[in-house]
């Protein structure tokens, strides 16, 4: 009864906001066009309509030269291709192509649900095009990706699972060019509606509550409900180090905003497994990005380890131990998280 009443009522108080503080509301949509305009479309567009051609046309092949990827991913033979199309594609082109060869049936439901987990990132075009210019030096941006990759590696390592082999019932189904085009302008909408209703979020929460917090964390928040926003933020950080390990954070986890544009091109598959890859990739990252900023960065930027080490270990308990609260099987506190 309360599940059906709560959007009932949040519904009620959104539209109570926007006619109470209709310039806010505004304000914050506006900005959201305009980053879907000037950013989020130009980093990810191309990609949906040239992945739409490219999955189904590389999965099911055997390239020799990739083999060894899908053993240490323990991924199905012949999709390592999928795993390529997250890293480069961005969010969240890898997981339209993971639904898309499940569709297919070149993957099981189980496969699929766990490449889900790592197959889905940010990718280079949003990578540098908007924090690329927000570090002094050329190859933290590449650092930063060097990081992410890594991390997804590690995610998929962890997560249990074992090595399959794709349906070879199913051909893969040819795609044209105008196909493609069709689906990824529905896709494209349906990410541009969701940025801009988080950036409306957004605005109401920075006119009311946000401005109480530090700036640090306000950055972080931003980006915890919409990551485009909260890179574009990341600016305002006046430590390198601090700024090196919060976007590592932020884009390994994605934020709410792109968790919802996931759901929009995966369906029945669910988030329960995207979730739980994206929070055990985030501390891998936050982790990573930490060592390598204390080593690289200079004195006077770098941040000590030990307050990164004590957040992301106070973070891990935190999420394993609500997790462990929701699961019937309370055996591990590691299991939700697929270690």
Same mark, same amino acid.
């Given at each position: 009864?309360?599940k059906?009443?709560?959007p009932?009522?949040?519904?009620a108080l959104g539209?109570?906001?926007?006619?109470?503080?209709?310039?806010?509301?505004l304000?914050?949509?506006r900005d959201?066009?305009?980053?879907?305009?000037?950013?989020?479309?130009?980093s990810?567009?191309?990609?949906?309509?040239?992945?739409?051609?490219?999955?189904?046309?590389?999965?099911?092949t055997?390239?020799?030269l990739l083999?060894?990827?899908?053993r240490?991913l323990?991924?199905?033979?012949?999709?390592?291709g999928?795993?390529?199309?997250?890293?480069l594609?961005?969010?969240?082109?890898g997981?339209?192509a993971?639904?898309?060869?499940w569709r297919?049936?070149?993957l099981n439901?189980?496969?699929a649900?766990?490449?889900?987990?790592?197959?889905?990132?940010a990718?280079?075009?949003?990578?540098?095009?908007i924090?690329?210019t927000r570090?002094p030096?050329?190859?933290?941006?590449?650092?930063?990706?060097?990081?992410?990759i890594?991390?997804?590696?590690a995610v998929a390592?962890?997560?249990?699972?074992k090595?399959?082999?794709?349906?070879t019932n199913?051909?893969? /189904? %040819? =795609? *044209?060019?105008?196909?493609? +085009?069709k !689906?990824? $302008?529905?896709?494209?909408?349906?990410?541009c509606?969701?940025?801009?209703?988080?950036?409306v979020m957004?605005?109401?929460?920075?006119?009311?509550?946000?401005?109480?917090?530090p700036?640090?964390?306000?950055?972080?928040?931003?980006?915890?409900?919409?990551l485009?926003?909260g890179?574009?933020?990341a600016?305002?950080?006046?430590?390198?180090?601090?700024?090196?390990?919060?976007?590592?954070?932020?884009?390994a986890?994605?934020?709410?905003c792109?968790?919802?544009?996931? /759901? %929009? =091109? *995966?369906?029945e598959?669910g +988030?329960g !497994?995207? $979730?739980q890859g994206?929070?055990l990739?985030?501390?891998?990252?936050i982790?990573?990005?930490?060592?390598?900023?204390?080593?690289l960065?200079?004195?006077?930027?770098?941040?000590a380890?030990?307050?990164?080490?004590v957040?992301?270990?106070?973070?891990?308990?935190?999420?394993?131990?609500?997790?462990?609260?929701?699961n019937?099987?309370?055996?591990?506190?590691?299991t939700?998280?697929?270690?």
């Open positions: 009864m309360i059906k009443i709560l009932g009522v949040f519904s539209i109570l906001l926007l006619i109470l503080d209709s310039k806010t509301a304000a914050g949509a959201g066009i305009e980053l879907c305009l000037f950013s989020v479309i130009p990810i567009f191309p990609f949906l309509v040239l992945t739409g051609i490219l999955t189904p046309a590389i999965f099911g055997r390239i020799p083999r060894p990827l899908s240490i323990r991924i199905p033979a012949g999709s390592e999928i795993f390529l199309t997250g890293i594609g961005g969010y969240p082109t997981a339209q993971v639904h898309q060869a297919q049936g070149q439901n189980e496969d649900k766990r490449m889900l987990a790592f197959c889905s990132n990718g280079p075009s949003f990578l540098f095009g924090l690329g570090f030096e050329i190859w933290m941006p590449w650092l930063l990706w060097g990081i992410h890594v991390s997804a590696v390592v962890l997560m249990p699972g090595n399959s082999t794709p349906y199913c051909p893969p /189904a %040819s =795609v *044209t060019v105008t196909d493609s +085009l !689906k990824a $302008v529905a896709t494209m909408g349906c990410i509606g969701w940025v801009v209703v988080f950036r957004l605005a109401f929460l920075d006119r009311w509550l946000l401005w109480l917090f700036l640090e964390l306000r950055v972080g928040i931003y980006a915890l409900f919409e485009a926003n890179c574009c933020k600016d305002l950080i006046a430590s390198d180090g601090l700024r090196f390990i919060l976007c590592s954070g932020m884009l986890f994605g934020g709410i792109v968790a919802m544009q996931t /759901a %929009s =091109v *995966t369906g598959l +988030l !497994k995207y $979730v994206k929070l990739q985030a501390m891998i990252s982790i990573l990005s930490a060592i390598a900023q204390y080593f960065f200079s004195p006077t930027e770098k941040v380890l030990s307050p990164v080490f957040a992301v270990f106070l973070f891990f308990a935190t999420v394993t131990t609500i997790i462990c609260l929701k019937k099987n309370r055996a591990s506190i590691l939700p998280i697929g270690v």
